[in-house]
C-alpha cells in the first residue's frame, strides 16, 4: 500500500535543500555558494584585462565589463534584496587587486555614499558593501563615513551626461570622518558601477575641494568605451 505521506514528505524534503542550500540568484538553480558553478564561471568571463583605464586624466580600476552575468549580479544585489552577493564579488576585486596593485600597500577607501532615504528604502548600501568585503580581503583601510550624500538625486541612467552632471551639483559634503582628521594615505573612491563618471567625479570633486587628494576610482563594473590604459597610480 502506497503511503499518502510520501509525495508531501518527498516535497519537504526538497525544500529543505533548496532553503538549506541557497537558490543561484541568477538562474534559481540550487547551490551551495552564492552563484551555481555555472553562473559562477559565467561571471569570472566578465573580468577585465587589465583592470586599468583613465578616464579624463582619473585612474579607474574597474573588476568587470558592465555586461551579461555581471550585470544581472548587480541588478540581483541592488534591486532584489540580495546584499550577500557582495561578499564574493568584493573578493573577486581584491584578488584582481593583489595582482595589479601590488604596490598600493597602504590607502583608503571610500564607498559612495546613498542618500539616507534611498538607503532606507533599500536597507543596504551596495558600494559600502562591496567596499566591507574589498577592504577586508586587501587589507586597505575602509572609511564608511568618508562622504555624505546631502541632496537625494534622480536615477542617472535616464539621463543625459549634462543632466547628470546638474544632478550631482552639489549633493556630497565631507563626512565625519574625514571631517575630523583629513587622511594620511592615498584615498580610493569606489562605486558599483561606472558609465559616464559623474557620480565620481562630483564625489572626487568634494574631497578636492578640501584638499584631500583621490588617487583613483575602484569600481566593480565599468561600461565598455575606448579609453587608454593608466599606469598604476
Not at 33 to 43: E, H, I, M, N, V
Request: aromatic share 8%; charged share 15%; proline share 6%.
Amino acid at each position: 500500500m502506497l503511503n499518502p505521506l510520501r509525495p508531501w514528505h518527498r516535497f519537504v524534503q526538497q525544500s529543505l535543500r533548496l532553503v538549506v542550500k541557497g537558490v543561484c540568484p541568477l538562474c534559481q538553480r540550487a547551490t551551495s555558494g552564492a552563484f551555481c558553478p555555472a553562473c559562477q564561471r559565467r561571471l569570472l568571463q566578465c573580468q577585465r584585462s587589465p583592470a586599468w583605464k583613465s578616464v579624463s586624466g582619473l585612474p579607474i580600476f574597474a573588476w568587470g565589463r558592465y555586461e551579461g552575468a555581471l550585470k544581472q549580479a548587480i541588478a540581483a544585489l541592488k534591486y532584489y534584496n540580495q546584499p550577500q552577493l557582495a561578499e564574493p564579488l568584493g573578493h573577486w576585486m581584491a584578488q584582481a587587486w593583489a595582482t595589479q596593485a601590488a604596490g598600493i600597500r597602504s590607502a583608503i577607501v571610500v564607498p559612495i555614499p546613498m542618500h539616507r532615504q534611498k538607503q532606507q528604502q533599500r536597507g543596504f548600501n551596495q558600494a559600502a558593501k562591496l567596499a566591507e568585503s574589498f577592504c577586508l580581503s586587501t587589507g586597505l583601510t575602509l572609511t564608511s563615513k568618508g562622504l555624505t550624500r546631502v541632496r537625494a538625486t534622480e536615477a542617472q541612467f535616464n539621463l543625459s551626461i549634462a543632466a547628470r552632471q546638474q544632478n550631482l551639483k552639489d549633493a556630497f559634503c565631507l563626512g565625519t570622518a574625514l571631517a575630523k582628521q583629513s587622511p594620511n594615505h592615498p584615498v580610493f573612491l569606489l562605486d558599483d558601477i561606472y558609465t559616464t563618471g559623474a557620480t565620481v567625479q562630483a564625489a572626487a570633486q568634494t574631497l578636492r575641494a578640501h584638499n584631500i587628494q583621490v588617487k583613483g576610482i575602484i569600481v566593480l563594473a565599468m561600461a565598455e568605451r575606448t579609453a587608454p590604459s593608466a599606469p598604476l597610480p
